[in-house]
């Protein structure tokens, strides 16, 4: 395999650059770095972290509250769990209804009231919005490309001159709103089943009761967390208040449910709403809600404090904004890979740390994921040359290295694959850059040799034909400390020179460098 040569797209490579034979900074470290950014960085180790840590945490909950939406692997509509969960809904419904009537009887015309809002199954909105009408990220640019990427005309109302009609027209909003919040529960975890002519099993009604009692167990501590962070399977109040902004102003039509629940990002699908003159509503969309518990992303601190894109503002930032970011950063990061003709979500709109983009799939159902399908072996051989394709594409056109590229975040749709995740991704030159690009290789390499693709590189013919660096080594090792010589390299000269070197590009075709 190892004599196999490099695929169509790959560049010239010239002859090893000098720092190959001496390099001028000594033996290069093999610091203990990379194992551990491998481990920072997996999303296969995320998900098995966040499973264990929901089996520790909850385990009565996980097993009966993973509704139907939540699991996005196998979505099963016809469960006995969906019927519990719409009849919870409906319980917890008729319970607060009672819990109102009740308040009120107490209290009366009274001058002081009680209240039992603690006591109530479903938690109305939070109604503090203040915060939201600085979109403060709608107005920035992407701060390395002179090109705007897409941005979001804040434009509310429909209509021209004296026909206008804002979206504060109560009478239009009104109606509009009765008619959507049916399908926004606060939760989420509903069908629409509310209202059908439902039949119970005893082993339904039994699933329902046991439901119940986790409900209650999970509605407190929801209550608890509410001021702080986003909660497990749902969204915090702001975040829903945010949501309910979007369906609101028309731009979606409804959220229907939760197709992912991993450790940094919940993602819904969404019907579009109305395409206006200035802004293409996709028919479905997914939205990405960064979660703002905040420790989970301390690990990852180190992509965006070392991307020098970010790393004025980094240092001033309190965490919530420092997760706006990661959303920032996908958007922009989408955004070049859409202008390079990557297959990818469209960006649509970024509003703090929820991200809509287009929908990768079919009538609710997402794309499924690589590691998922099964293809025939003349696709797996087309997936893997349009990856390969799409890696060089990223690394010149993008100037991005995706940093978490796996079969896990490539998604097999018309036919293709389609690349997602990108909130962690770097520029090439960013000082750990390449080895991230090296763990990519790895991984696709891996998937694909695994795959049967008798054509597939291997990971470090895969990283010199992506870079078009020309890298040697023929042992991982030894390849690896040429990876953390280079990017030394670079950083010594950007102390010693303030801007960085363009040795990652190859004599053929260099990445392109702004400064
Ligand atoms: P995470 O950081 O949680 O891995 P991802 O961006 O990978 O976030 O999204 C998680 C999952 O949600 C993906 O594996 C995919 O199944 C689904 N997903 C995300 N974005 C989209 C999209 N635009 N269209 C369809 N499914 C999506
Ligand atoms: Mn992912």
């Given at each position: ?34 194992c ?23 385990p009565?909950?996980v097993?009966?509250a ?21 009849l ?124 119940a ?18 909660a ?66 301390k ?19 309190n ?26 979500p ?32 003349e ?17 010149r ?35 750990h ?23 597939a ?21 030894d ?37």
């Amino acid at each position: 395999m190892d004599s196999v040569g490099v695929a169509a797209a790959a560049p010239d490579a010239g002859p090893g650059p000098a720092w190959q034979n001496k390099c001028p900074w000594g033996a290069p470290s093999t610091t203990s770095i990379s194992c551990s950014l491998a481990d920072v960085m997996s999303e296969q180790l995320a998900k098995e972290l966040q499973l264990e840590e929901e089996n520790a945490a909850f385990p009565e909950v996980v097993a009966a509250a993973e509704g139907p939406f939540i699991t996005g692997e196998n979505i099963d509509t016809s469960s006995d769990l969906m019927l519990a969960q719409m009849l919870q809904m409906e319980f917890d419904r008729e319970y607060d209804a009672q819990l109102r009537r009740e308040e009120k009887k107490i209290n009366g015309d009274s001058k002081v009231s009680i209240s039992f809002e603690n006591y109530r199954k479903v938690h109305p909105y939070d109604s503090d919005s203040s915060e939201d009408e600085v979109d403060w990220q709608d107005t920035r640019h992407d701060p390395y490309r002179a090109d705007k990427p897409t941005t979001t005309p804040r434009r509310g109302f429909i209509g021209k001159g004296k026909d206008i009609t804002t979206k504060h027209d109560e009478v239009v909003c009104g109606r509009k709103n009765t008619a959507r919040m049916e399908n926004f529960a606060p939760e989420f975890q509903v069908g629409d089943g509310i209202g059908m002519d439902l039949k119970l099993s005893n082993q339904v009604f039994n699933a329902l009761k046991q439901h119940a009692y986790s409900e209650e167990r999970r509605s407190a501590r929801l209550h608890e967390k509410k001021e702080h962070s986003t909660a497990e399977k749902a969204v915090d109040p702001k975040t829903r208040l945010l949501l309910y902004k979007m369906v609101n102003s028309g731009m979606l039509e409804t959220i229907t449910g939760c197709i992912s629940t991993g450790k940094e990002s919940v993602v819904f699908h969404a019907y579009g709403g109305n395409t206006t003159e200035d802004k293409v509503i996709p028919p479905e969309c997914a939205i990405k809600v960064f979660k703002t518990t905040l420790n989970e992303f301390k690990n990852r601190d180190k992509y965006i404090k070392d991307d020098y894109r970010f790393k004025d503002r980094f240092s001033k930032l309190n965490p919530r904004k420092i997760i706006r970011m990661w959303a920032e950063k996908e958007m922009h990061n989408l955004t070049r890979m859409q202008n390079a003709g990557i297959p990818c979500p469209q960006v649509v709109i970024l509003k703090k740390h929820v991200l809509v983009m287009s929908f990768i799939g079919q009538d609710q159902v997402p794309a499924p994921k690589l590691k998922d399908v099964t293809l025939s072996s003349e696709d797996m051989k087309k997936a893997y040359y349009q990856i390969l394709n799409m890696m060089q594409q990223l690394y010149r056109e993008c100037n991005l290295v995706h940093a978490d590229l796996s079969e896990y975040n490539m998604l097999w749709h018309d036919g293709k694959v389609w690349l997602i995740d990108v909130s962690q991704s770097v520029e090439p030159t960013h000082p750990h850059g390449l080895e991230f690009l090296f763990r990519d290789c790895k991984n696709v390499s891996q998937f694909f040799q695994k795959g049967g693709v008798a054509e597939a590189l291997n990971e470090r013919e895969l990283f010199n034909a992506v870079s078009g660096l020309n890298i040697t080594a023929d042992n991982e090792v030894d390849f690896q400390a040429e990876i953390e010589a280079l990017e030394k390299m670079n950083e010594d000269h950007v102390q010693n020179h303030g801007k960085k070197l363009s040795m990652f590009s190859s004599d053929g075709d260099p990445p392109i460098y702004d400064e």
